[in-house]
């Protein structure tokens, strides 16, 4: 039997019912309703009746019964030392697109963590492969009704799966997606592409399989594998080409029209990255189905494009002069261009250096900028001309904090480039707003590829 992990209270806030009650940082939640708390998940399903009984033990072994009647949905405030409740679900397979096994040697261990938690997947949008997902955590998203689940199918062939996720269980886990449509569980798809493996004619079967779970499977995105210089030993992956994006989009673009005249959305869709490589205009607007898949690169650039002349647009312009610069990944490099070229119609004055960043550190082949280091941002930006400030987008840094994926902080960056350093949120509001060096919104999302923390 599985032993009860303890929820030490770490912080009440203040004005909540916890500090009413006199709960305080230290003490222990044994207890809601008689029911034992589990993870993060029961504590906020127990917390929603108003009326509770909440035991508590205090440091020195006393037990405190407390009824409390409050508002339904309201949280008691109380904040626990372990975020989750309890311990991260790991990964325990050996994916052969799997960036993490990628990462270079030498790094923090939280960046070689390989998170495949059902719970994360309702809570931060992660994708979950279903192999590591026990009895217990289907019965918890089907009671809670967790919505949506996020899963990484990257293919229907049951056979092909095991060997992309070297998981001999991979194929008959697929079986678990029936019980989440049954349940009425709204569903996210990823498929990462890789070439001469899962895309082709596999890629049309997948895609052809996945269309029985509509309505319940919303979206599904198709990405290409992200390939490292640290592949030694690793599969023997190759990268796709410009003729290789032409016949994934071809492919997607033909589900498409067929989903969409039967089913009247388009379900299947290509990552931006597939367009720049395969040197393609990006769809309209109206094709994302209002953008479910952002966090995947699936119509990031266009979004962004929209709100940039969304901004303008009401906009009359003015003489204000001085110079700032941004720097970003080699893969949407032309695009910012274009939104700094947008804004200088109206503010001709206003000058902006856009620097692309080539990832020494990954390699050449990882273009997206949310993989940056700051080692190659001082690297490539040492003895340029900066200006007042210099731009980087929100997703080059850990959640939260000002550090870089190599541990590099923005004011060591800031320190050695002897410029002043803005964070930017990746919407084309917050953009105009920084380079004009009006007031921007602080924030952070998560972005495509990102290398997450989970301490």
Known sequence: ????????????????????????????????????????????????????????????????????????????????????????????????????????????????????????????????????????????????????????????????????????????????????????????GQIVLCKGVNDGAELEYTIEQLTRYLPNLVSVSVVPVGLTRYRDGLYPLEPFEKEDAIEVLDIIHKWQERIMEKYHTHMIHASDEWYLLAGRELPEEDNYDGYPQLENGVGMIRLFMNEVKEELAHRKGDDRCHMVSIATGLLACDYIRWAAEEVRTLYPNVTVRVYPIKNDFFGEKITVAGLLTGQDLEAQLKGKELGERLFLSSNVLRDGENVFLDDMTVEDLELSLQTKTGIVKSDGKDFVHAILLEDISSGREKQPYEVKDYE
Request: glycine letters at 6%; charged letters at 30%; aromatic letters at 10%.
């Open 1 to 188: 039997m599985k032993k009860q992990k303890k929820h030490i209270v770490v912080r009440v806030l203040s004005g909540s019912i916890a500090e009413e009650m006199e709960i305080e940082p230290g003490d222990e939640l044994i207890s809601i309703n008689d029911q034992p708390v589990g993870d993060i998940l029961d504590y906020h399903y127990l917390c929603n009746e108003e009326y509770l009984t909440v035991v508590i033990r205090k440091p020195d072994g006393e037990e405190w019964e407390l009824e409390i009647e409050k508002e339904f949905e309201e949280d008691l405030g109380m904040e626990f030392e372990n975020g989750m409740m309890d311990e991260y679900h790991s990964c325990h397979n050996k994916c052969i697109f799997c960036f993490i096994d990628q990462m270079p040697p030498g790094m923090r261990n939280t960046l070689y963590f390989k998170d495949d938690d059902s719970r994360l997947s309702f809570l931060q949008g992660n994708y979950i492969t279903l192999t590591n997902l026990k009895e217990e955590d289907i019965q918890q998203i089907i009671r809670y009704h967790l919505s949506p689940i996020n899963i990484s199918f990257q293919t229907m062939n049951p056979q092909l799966r095991c060997q992309m996720l070297n998981n001999r269980f991979a194929g008959e886990s697929l079986k678990k997606v029936d019980r989440f449509v049954e349940a009425g569980i709204e569903l996210n």
